[in-house]
């Protein structure tokens, strides 16, 4: 069984945005490592996973164990998925999505809604007063970084960030088609 991420049932674990991840276990743990090359820092839990099992996202804790805030609550950790990500960015794909942001009124809107979204879900590791209102990615009005957008999405599942949304389908990796180092090392 794959928690978190887009293969929870519709309406169960997203929906309650006080509810918390379960913790990462010691093989997720691992993944993460050989993914970000290095010890990975606050994790709260693991927010999506490759159809394989293996960690795309972390969800990270707000404040780190050294004190520092930390906005970045969904940090994409997948090699391949952050390629796909650098790949558009290299491409301008965030000065197309950021003048698309500026003509349409119901995605600006519903790219607001993803920010408010965003700092509920983090809220529930706690509140540094040094973050407060401030999200990831550029939300809610610029377009800064898909890789924190395409996690958000990742995590959240399709329909809350449509940023994030967008990057996904336009990159050429995606969490149903597995194409990890080792495959099901997580969980
Ligand atoms: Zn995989």
């Not at 590791?125 to 610029?142: F, K, L």
Request: charged share 20%; net charge negative; glycine share 12%.
């Amino acid at each position: 069984m794959v928690l978190g991420g887009r293969a929870a049932p519709p309406g169960t674990l997203r929906a309650m945005t006080t509810t918390q991840l379960p913790p990462a276990s010691d093989a997720d743990l691992a993944v993460l490592q050989a993914q970000l090359g290095r010890v990975p820092r606050g994790v709260v839990g693991i927010a999506a996973r490759c159809v394989c099992g293996n960690p795309t996202v972390v969800a990270t804790s707000p404040r780190l164990d050294d004190g520092s805030p930390f906005p970045t609550f969904y940090y994409l950790t997948h090699p391949a998925a952050t390629a796909a990500m650098s790949v558009l960015e290299a491409g301008h794909v965030m000065k197309e999505f950021q003048d698309e942001l500026a003509e349409d009124d119901d995605l600006r809107a519903a790219y607001l809604a993803a920010h408010e979204a965003y700092l509920r879900d983090r809220a529930a590791y706690g509140e540094p007063e040094e973050i407060a209102g401030i999200s990831a990615g550029g939300m809610p009005t610029r377009v800064k970084c898909l890789h924190a957008l395409a996690g958000h999405s990742l995590a959240a599942g399709p329909g809350v960030n449509p940023i994030g949304d967008r990057a996904l389908a336009r990159g050429t990796w995606s969490p149903e088609r597995c194409v990890c180092e080792t495959p099901g090392a997580g969980g």
